[in-house]
């Protein structure tokens, strides 16, 4: 079955402000199986996946806000209008994929242990606090401060964080975990840490179809916070080992194992060349910005995708898993100070999207 539009909010430019590159709003990906896919997959445009099981629905992860998480749940009315939600699925702690919880919490909520353990890894008030300090620190032309506060301030312009509760997946799991819903199966195996320290995707057998949560970022790059890179490659390879016939990425278009592949040599590809580097001594934000302008790199479609400067993060985990010796801030400082560093790359990456990231006006 060809997966197809069914309807959306019908915006003409992605909440960046760049030309979509795939509609946006509800697809059918095979018989009474769908996902709300959000162009083009870039901070918080995040893929929900919704599984009718006859009488009774299962919805994979929520939006980062409650307004997107309302707005995606009157996009879908037509299938829980006959399938009620029932169940929730997260696939990870990041808040673009669990901020909308709240909306479920009379409900069974599943996710691994670690990515519960994790729910609580940022607060929704730091990142208004950063949204609207944004709008201040862009006037600070300190040792990238103001690149740091544009950065954060675009990134977050697009969603309110006011209201959010973070709201705790109940039903906790290790390794596996199978839902029957109305003798649907639905098959949730944790793959973390790698992207986070709790990852799962998800599989529906009979529906021949997996949604992947944040391993598989497609036409996007992806990162890796947590760490180490084996799990998160080995997680990448289950996921191209099934059988099935589409796979939901966390951000970005509709994706088959092809896709899976190039993701699988993107970290090949960075491993490697970061690798050299770190036994060479070079610090991990130099090393990351010669990787990403080397002639090697424009070679590879990851020469194209959204926010190259992310490699910065992966670099940094990378390196930390090497027992390299970096001077980074602990907790969300850290985190902070990372995005600090992706914001300066970012603004010596002109031709990168989305554009509205690195360009002042
Ligand atoms: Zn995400």
């Known amino acids: 079955m060809i997966p197809t539009w069914l309807s959306g909010p019908g915006r003409a430019l992605t909440r960046f402000g760049e030309t979509p590159a795939f509609t946006e709003g509800l697809y059918r990906i095979a018989p009474d199986t769908y996902a709300w896919m959000v162009p083009n997959g870039s901070w918080g445009e995040t893929n929900i996946g919704l599984i009718d099981c006859g009488g009774a629905s299962v919805l994979i992860d929520t939006c980062w806000d409650l307004r997107y998480t309302r707005e995606m749940l009157a996009g879908v009315a037509d299938i829980t209008g006959h399938s009620p939600i029932e169940a929730v699925i997260n696939t990870h702690a990041d808040g673009d994929h669990c901020w909308g919880n709240q909306l479920f919490q009379d409900r069974p909520i599943y996710a691994t242990q670690a990515c519960i353990h994790q729910m609580h890894h940022m607060h929704p008030r730091s990142l208004s606090a950063l949204k609207h300090g944004g709008t201040l620190m862009r006037y600070l032309p300190l040792a990238g401060l103001h690149q740091f506060g544009h950065y954060m301030h675009e990134m977050f312009k697009p969603y309110d964080f006011g209201g959010i509760t973070i709201t705790d997946p109940n039903q906790g799991f290790s390794r596996h975990k199978t839902l029957t819903i109305r003798s649907v199966d639905i098959v949730i195996t944790e793959v973390g840490p790698g992207h986070t320290d709790g990852d799962a995707i998800v599989h529906v057998p009979s529906r021949r179809v997996a949604y992947a949560g944040d391993i598989l970022f497609v036409g996007v790059t992806p990162v890796m916070w947590s760490g180490p890179i084996e799990p998160l490659v080995a997680g990448l390879s289950l996921l191209q080992s099934l059988d099935v016939d589409v796979i939901v990425p966390g951000h970005g278009p509709l994706a088959t194992a092809p896709d899976v592949q190039t993701v699988i040599d993107y970290w090949h590809f ?84 989305p554009r509205v990231m690195r360009h002042m006006r």
């Open 270 to 353: 960075v491993h490697e060349a970061l690798h050299r580097r770190c036994q060479q001594g070079m610090p991990p934000a130099q090393a990351t910005r010669e990787v990403i302008c080397s002639a090697d790199f424009a070679r590879h479609p990851w020469a194209h995708w959204d926010s190259p400067e992310r490699l910065l993060t992966s670099a940094y985990t990378l390196y930390r898993h090497w027992g390299a010796r970096l001077h980074s801030l602990p907790g969300k400082l850290g985190v902070m100070n990372l995005m600090r560093q992706q914001a300066m790359l970012a603004f010596s990456l002109p031709q990168a999207s």
